[in-house]
Every structure is written in structure tokens, then in C-alpha cells.
């Protein structure tokens, strides 16, 4: 058994100015975006990208992330907290972002970023799917820091006592979705994009990969307040919104086998 090291949330201190754990995680999350996206131009050697696009990227991927996270953390986890609290919906810093808020809010931004420099969407979406993993992996470690997003109650002997919440030896989850959502889908896309494929079917993987991997880790999650815990079928918020994420990868993989149209 293992007690969680209840770090600082903030990790400089410059006067009155506290930078936070949490802002340095999307700090790093936003940088590696742009280290792997640049990195990915060059070895695709693709007539129609340009490096400097990946500045426009990544500032359209910002305002999807950061916008469309927070809204889903309000609406999809915890409306009645945030409507009695309305001001707090600006302290991003303290934590409180939701993957699929902030998966649509991608969506809607690379859309507008497709439609600007005249680009394909989806075979815009299979490029930019490799560079999100190691991304949302900086963020479980910053869900970790914060000691925020703790797992269920567990026997196994790597539990975690989180000292905040209670005595009883929980599962990390942060580090198991850390270790899922970020290094092996990491490995999975990145080296599956290498070679050209159906249009779609990169996207189709990190819908796949991603939403299997968030449903099985859910189990060792402790279900969110904001949503009365478990929902139907004794499955939580995270699981029924990523059983649509695997359903459209399965379609978009499909369709793409089927149509046989690879990226030139």
C-alpha cells in the first residue's frame, strides 16, 4: 500500500503569481502537439502542409480543448455544482476538464481549421489523431498531482491511500489511464499512421482505442459526484460517452476498408 505524496498544486511561486501543476501539464501536452506535428509534416513529405500550419493548429486545438473541456465538465459532470458556483467555471487552473467536452470542442475547431486552408476534415482528423495521446497523458498526470479523480476501493497491492478522501487503499486510476490513454495509444497510433491508410481509419483507431481503453479504466474509477455516481446499466458518465467513440471508430474503420481510399 502506497499513500499518495499530497505534491503542492502549485508548482513556482513567483510573488503573487502561482503557477500550477495543472497549467504545466497543458503547457507540456500543447508543446509535444506541436514537436510531434511538425515532426509528422516532415515525414509524411505531403505536398499541401507546411510546418508554419502547425502554429494555426495549435492555437484552433487550444480554443477546442480549453473551451469545449470546460463546458463539458459543466454540463456532463457537474451542473448543479457549477450553477450555484458560476464564477468558478473560469478556474480551469484548479482542475476540472472533461476529455469528451474537450474532444467536441476539437472537433468543431478543426473543422473551421479545415474549412480556412481548404483541407480535407477527416484527413485532417487521421493527422492530428497521433499527436493527442501523449497530450492527454500529461493531463492524468496532472489529475494525479492534484490528487483529483481518485480510484474505487481496492485490495491490490500498488493501492493508494489519497489522505483527502478517506484511509481506504484505492486504485491510482489517474496513472492507469495515464498509461493507456497516453503511452499505449501513443505507440499504437504513431505507428500505425507511419504507413498510408484508408482515409479515416487513423481517426477510426483513436476512437476505438481511446474509448476501450476509458471504459475499462472507468472500473477502477471512482464515479464522479456531480452525476449521482453510477448511472444506468451500473456504468458511469466516462463509460456511456465513450461507447459512442468506439461505435464511429468501428464505422469510420469499416467504411474505410471498404472504400479502399488511401491517403496520397
Known amino acids: 500500500m502506497f499513500i499518495h505524496p499530497q505534491f503542492d498544486p502549485v508548482a513556482i ?15 507540456l501536452a500543447f508543446m509535444s502537439f506541436l514537436w510531434l506535428g511538425k515532426l509528422r509534416i516532415r515525414t509524411l513529405n505531403r505536398s499541401g502542409w507546411d510546418e508554419k500550419m502547425m502554429d494555426d ?20 459532470y457537474n451542473p448543479g455544482y457549477y450553477a450555484s458556483h458560476p464564477l468558478e467555471i473560469l478556474a480551469v487552473w484548479q482542475g476540472g476538464m472533461s476529455f469528451h467536452g474537450g474532444f467536441l ?26 499527436l493527442v495521446p501523449l497530450g492527454l497523458g500529461a ?21 493508494m491511500v489519497f489522505p483527502h478522501v478517506d484511509d481506504l487503499p484505492r486504485h491510482p486510476s489517474q496513472l492507469y489511464e495515464f498509461a493507456l490513454e497516453g503511452l499505449v495509444l501513443f505507440v499504437l497510433l504513431w505507428f500505425y499512421s507511419r504507413k498510408p491508410r484508408p482515409v479515416g481509419a487513423v481517426s477510426g483507431l483513436f476512437l476505438i482505442g481511446y474509448g476501450s481503453f476509458r471504459f475499462l479504466a472507468e472500473y477502477t474509477r471512482n464515479p464522479d459526484d456531480g452525476i449521482f455516481g453510477l448511472m444506468s446499466l451500473g456504468i458511469s458518465m466516462g463509460q456511456w460517452l465513450s461507447l459512442p467513440m468506439v461505435i464511429a471508430g468501428l464505422v469510420l474503420v469499416v467504411r474505410g476498408q471498404r472504400e479502399s481510399v488511401t491517403l496520397k
Do not use: C, S
Open 13 to 27: 511561486h513567483l510573488g503573487p503569481l502561482a503557477v500550477h501543476w495543472y497549467g504545466l501539464m497543458y503547457l
Open 105 to 130: 470542442g476539437v472537433l468543431v475547431a478543426m473543422a473551421f481549421f479545415a474549412r480556412q486552408h481548404k483541407l480535407p476534415w477527416l484527413q485532417l482528423m487521421d493527422f492530428i489523431a497521433p
Open 139 to 159: 493531463g492524468r498526470i496532472g489529475n494525479f498531482i492534484n490528487a483529483e479523480l481518485w480510484g474505487r476501493p481496492t485490495n491490490v497491492p500498488w493501492g
Open 57 to 76: 493548429l495549435l492555437f484552433y486545438g487550444i480554443l477546442g480543448v480549453v473551451l469545449g473541456g470546460r463546458l463539458g465538465e459543466v454540463l456532463f
